[in-house]
Every structure is written in structure tokens, then in C-alpha cells.
């Protein structure tokens, strides 16, 4: 036995705690199976001796099953938990051990008398040899947030979603008073405050502070957003039509794995005078509430902090999704697949550009160390950003050449996994890539050769995702034709796909993969 766990052989009691995720399996139908298997268990742990106590968060997974996930509003707590206890008896008995359901709540634990009381009912149901089941919300603690299993079912989670959505819309308006100079403040108090509490985030994330709050000022330098006048036009004598620039009001934002992306996107909500609501990825979960804490610290009590909310939990999406008296645009970041998703979840418009494939074109006339520079840079500077190259194209006239050679030695001596097209997976001996579409997000990349310029382009508008591509010549005849006919938001000509960056650009912060406008195209050469 392992000595760190040798204490284990004079353990007299056992507390077993198994959450929802457990019990219940990914379309959220109980896991019998796995059910079973643990009664199995505590039946043998019980026939050996040892006090055993069963904790459990199922309660109310067991509960949306048997009321088939009906409106939770019109559900009380007693409802959602009665199939759980019914399960966990019926399993038990089958394996002839005795339970029993123990329902409390928060406020009984506040009760000296009770928790006496309580104790001494568990050590004598544990004296019978029967198994005392709790509720693990119910017993241990209560969760703030609603739609989780918790012991406060008055209300369901949709309320807590739409409360949040109240308060990011009225702290919105109350922010759109303000004059530009003091939403310029705002910006640079919430700068101010990243820099100050450096350490603090520095222990959840490894970002680069001092770039993100140096963003944020020249954000706060930028033109007023607001009461902008696009267009006017006199309609009549003394009658005079104008178009303005005004706030969109609430913005519900998913992004990836990005902390660096909440300080953009809330900074973007502050300077155009937006309500904000962030749900970032689970992985960057620690460094996206430290950054929500110190942003929101800044934020004066003239507006409150409740202007831009941060969304914890991926169950609570979709019944933000349903507010769309609320929230007035979805912005969603990440795979096709939750962009699509969220377009036919919702009523809210969506603002949505999920790809990144970007290409680089090396031409017959390139000079092939600076492509080896471009490319390198393209794709190992981040290959999970949504401007790294995810395709290489190179002229028919290059192949096997010694520069070529050397390029893709060097990518795979930085650690590039090299995928195929059907020519360059045969002259090359690597495998052919899954689809032309496909991101990788990661180090590789697919590599296939062209006839020429107009088979390049012909190649990026069939597979292309119109984000960012470059071509890499010394032709500047060929340089025009690539600049003026691939049809994507930016097109580069000897230049990283990697500069194609809004703070970059002099734009500012960018809350969308795709950040332009048609008939806006960006040439950079």
C-alpha cells in the first residue's frame, strides 16, 4: 500500500461523494450503470465494517429527468428531488441495504439544537447499518448560483440570467450619460487598477499586464464613439436628418481561452457605453475572475459595477440566449460549431465569424528567406490565434527546390506537424490533411502546391475563411492581382498573417475575430 495512504486500514467511517455529472450522463439521463456500480460498492464497504455516507448532488439531475426538463419555475425543489430518493432506495434494497434520504437546509444548520439533533440521528441510523444519503448542496453548502443543485429552489437559474442583464442595461444607460471625458476616466482608472494589483493576476495568469493596460489608454485616447455624426442630409428647408453613432446596449460576448480578450472587450464596452455580459473558457476560468474583479473595482458607483457581468457557468448561456428583450446583440468567439449553435438558439442578432484559415502564398518569384521569416511567424508566434496561417501554398515551380526544403525543415524543426494536399501529401511522403476548412488552432498547418497565382486565389475563395491572407513575391504585377482579387478583410503582400490585429492597426481593441465592415479591405504590404 502506498504509506501516504496507509491510515486508510483504521478509517472507521467513510463519506461518499458523488456529484451530478456522475449519475447522470451527458444528455442528462441518469447513468444506471454507474448507479448501480456504486451501490454495489457501499453495499461491500457496509458488509466489511465501515460507516458509510453517501453525499450526492444528483438530486435534481434525477428530477429534470422525470419531470423531462420542464419549466423549472413551475417545479419546486421537492419535486426535482422525490426520483432521486425513489433511486437511491430502490437501488440499495435491490442489494438488500437499508437508506435513508436526510433532507435539510441551509437554515437548519443554523440551528445549534438541530445540528445536535442531526448528529445524533446519522450515528444511529450508522449503528443500524443504514446508509444516511444527503444532498450534497444541502448538507454542505449552497451554491450562489441557482440552476445548480442547491437547497434554495425558489427561483430558477433564467432569473438569475435576467437579472444580470438588467443591471448590465441599466448600469448601461447610466453610463451613456456621462460625457466622453469621464468614460475616458473610467479607462483609465481600470488601467490604473491592472497595473496596481499586477501580482495579483500575475499568480492566475501570465499576461503581459503592462501591454494590456497600455492598450487600454490609446483605447481611451481614441474619438468619442458616441453621438458621432455619420450622415446628414436636409430634407425640407430647416429640416435636417441625422445619422448618429449610439451604444447597442447589452452585449452577451463568448470568447475562448483568452484572458487578454475580457480586458479588450470590456474596455471596448466602457469607451462605446455598452452593458456587457463575458462567458470566457473554463480554462482560463481563475485569470478571467481576477481580471472581472479588478476591471469592475474600477468602475465608479456612478455607473456600478454590474456593467459588465461575468457569466460562470455554460448552463447559464443558454437562458441568456432567451433574453432578447434584454440583451441586444450575441458577439460569439470561438469554434463554427458554437456559432452556429447560438444562431439557431436564439432571436438575439448574432454577430458571428467562427474561422480563422488564413493563407500564405509563396509565389515563383519570392525571395525565400524572408518567406521562411513570414511563415515562421505566422505560424509558431501563436498558431492558436485566429490570424495564424493555417495553409501554405506554394507555386508548382518551387517544388523540391533547396528554399522550400529548407522552409519546411525549419517548420518542422519548430515543432509543426505538416499536413498534405493531394500533391504535396505524395511529394512529400506526409499525411493528406483532414479538409482544406480545417483549423488547427495548434502547431501544424497544410501545405499544398498551385499552378499559379490564379489557382492560389481560386484555392483561398473555395477554402478560405476571408479573415487574412498574404502573398509573399517580389513580382509587384503578381503582388496587384493577388491585393486586388482575393476577396478577404485583409490581404497582405510580404507581411506576417499575424499583423492583421486591430491595436496593430491603430484601431483599438477588437471584440470579433473579424473585425471589418463590408467594403472595408485592408492591404498591407
Known amino acids: 500500500m502506498d504509506p501516504s495512504r496507509s491510515f486508510i486500514k483504521d478509517v472507521k467511517r467513510i463519506i461518499i ?18 448507479l448501480g456500480a456504486l451501490c454495489e460498492q457501499v453495499k461491500e464497504l457496509n458488509s466489511s465494517g ?15 429527468q422525470r419531470l423531462r426538463f420542464r419549466k423549472l419555475v413551475n417545479s ?3 419535486d426535482l428531488q422525490k426520483p432521486q430518493v425513489e433511486l437511491d432506495g430502490k437501488a440499495c434494497a435491490a442489494l438488500d441495504v437499508t437508506s435513508s434520504q436526510l433532507l435539510v437546509t441551509d437554515s437548519d444548520f443554523k440551528d445549534p439544537n438541530f445540528r445536535m439533533q442531526l448528529c445524533q440521528t446519522v450515528k444511529s441510523l450508522l449503528a443500524l447499518k443504514v446508509i444516511p444519503v444527503f444532498n450534497e448542496n444541502d448538507a454542505i453548502s449552497t451554491r450562489r448560483a441557482p440552476y445548480e443543485d442547491a437547497s434554495k429552489w425558489a427561483l430558477p437559474k433564467e432569473v438569475s440570467a435576467r437579472c444580470m442583464a438588467v443591471s448590465a442595461r441599466e448600469c448601461s444607460r447610466r453610463l451613456q450619460s456621462l460625457s466622453s471625458e469621464e468614460r475616458k476616466k473610467i479607462l483609465l482608472d481600470i488601467a490604473n487598477a491592472l497595473e496596481a494589483n499586477e501580482k495579483l493576476i500575475r499568480i492566475e495568469n501570465e499576461a503581459d499586464i503592462s501591454f494590456l493596460a497600455n492598450s487600454i489608454r490609446v483605447l481611451a485616447d481614441m474619438e468619442d464613439p458616441i453621438c458621432r455624426v455619420l450622415k446628414r442630409t436636409e430634407l425640407a428647408d430647416g429640416l435636417i436628418l441625422e445619422k448618429t453613432s449610439c451604444p447597442l446596449g447589452v452585449l452577451l460576448i463568448v470568447f475562448e481561452s483568452r484572458p487578454d480578450a475580457l480586458v479588450q472587450i470590456a474596455s471596448l464596452a466602457v469607451r462605446s457605453g455598452n452593458g456587457l455580459l463575458l462567458k470566457g473558457g473554463k480554462e482560463a476560468m481563475r485569470s478571467n475572475a481576477i481580471l472581472h474583479k479588478v476591471i469592475t473595482g474600477a468602475i465608479p458607483d456612478v455607473v456600478g459595477e454590474k456593467l459588465i457581468g461575468l457569466v460562470t ?9 432567451k433574453l432578447d428583450d434584454v440583451i441586444d ?13 447560438i444562431k439557431e438558439s436564439t432571436k438575439i442578432p448574432v454577430l458571428g465569424h467562427a474561422d480563422g484559415i488564413c493563407h500564405v502564398y509563396i509565389d515563383k518569384s519570392a525571395d525565400m528567406q524572408m518567406a521562411k521569416c513570414i511563415v515562421l511567424d505566422a505560424k509558431t508566434d501563436y ?27 525549419e517548420l518542422k524543426s519548430e515543432g509543426v506537424a505538416l499536413y498534405g494536399g493531394s500533391i504535396a501529401s505524395l511529394e512529400y511522403g506526409i499525411p493528406e490533411a483532414p479538409s482544406f476548412h480545417h483549423e488547427y488552432n495548434s502547431m501544424a498547418c497544410t501545405i499544398e502546391v498551385v499552378d499559379d497565382i490564379h489557382s492560389a486565389i481560386d484555392h483561398i475563395h473555395q477554402y478560405g475563411s476571408a479573415h487574412t491572407d498574404c502573398i509573399v513575391t517580389e513580382d509587384l504585377a503578381a503582388a496587384e492581382i493577388f491585393l486586388h482579387q482575393v476577396d478577404s478583410a485583409a490581404v497582405f503582400h510580404n507581411a506576417s498573417t499575424r499583423f492583421c490585429d486591430g491595436a496593430r492597426f491603430g484601431l483599438g481593441a477588437e471584440a470579433n475575430e473579424n473585425f471589418s465592415f463590408e467594403g472595408m479591405r485592408i492591404w498591407f504590404t
Do not use: W, Y
Not at 448532488?57 to 428530477?63: C, E, K, R
Open 17 to 34: 461523494k458523488v456529484g451530478t455529472a456522475v449519475v447522470t450522463r451527458a444528455d442528462g439521463r441518469l447513468a444506471l450503470g454507474r
Open 313 to 321: 457557468s455554460r448552463d447559464e448561456i443558454p437562458d441568456l440566449l
Open 76 to 78: 419546486s425543489f421537492a
Open 50 to 64: 465501515f460507516e458509510v455516507i453517501l453525499v450526492t448532488s444528483g438530486a435534481v439531475g434525477a428530477g429534470r
Open 383 to 409: 498558431p492558436a490565434a485566429c490570424n495564424a496561417m493555417e495553409t501554405l501554398l506554394v507555386h508548382k515551380d518551387l517544388l523540391k527546390t533547396e528554399g522550400l526544403n529548407d522552409l519546411l525543415t
Open 329 to 341: 446583440l450575441v458577439i460569439p468567439r470561438g469554434s463554427n460549431k458554437l456559432v452556429t449553435q
